[in-house]
């Protein structure tokens, strides 16, 4: 979860460098707004890969690697 939220912070942070210089002399007002909403588009598609049941083993693998117990559920 964290490696996800990390990248998708690091692609959205770096979408006004990126978008920057492509947007250089562009005057159509749809050019810019596509160019800006497809950055934004693939930087939101890496949240969306979010899979809970991934996440869940993923978290069980950890816990018995640092040797914590699952929680017990009731």
Do not use: H
């Not at 990390?6 to 942070?13: I, M």
């Not at 770096?14 to 250089?24: G, Q």
Request: glycine residues 4%; negative net charge.
């Amino acid at each position: 979860m964290t490696n996800m939220l990390t990248a998708t912070e690091s692609r959205l942070l770096a979408i006004p460098s990126r978008v920057t210089r492509l947007l250089i002399g562009q005057t159509e007002f749809q050019k810019i707004c596509d160019l800006i909403y497809g950055e934004i588009e693939m930087a939101l598609k890496e949240l969306s890969d979010y899979d809970p049941q991934k996440f869940e083993e993923a978290n069980e693998e950890y816990l018995a690697w640092i040797g914590a117990a699952k929680p017990e559920t009731d």
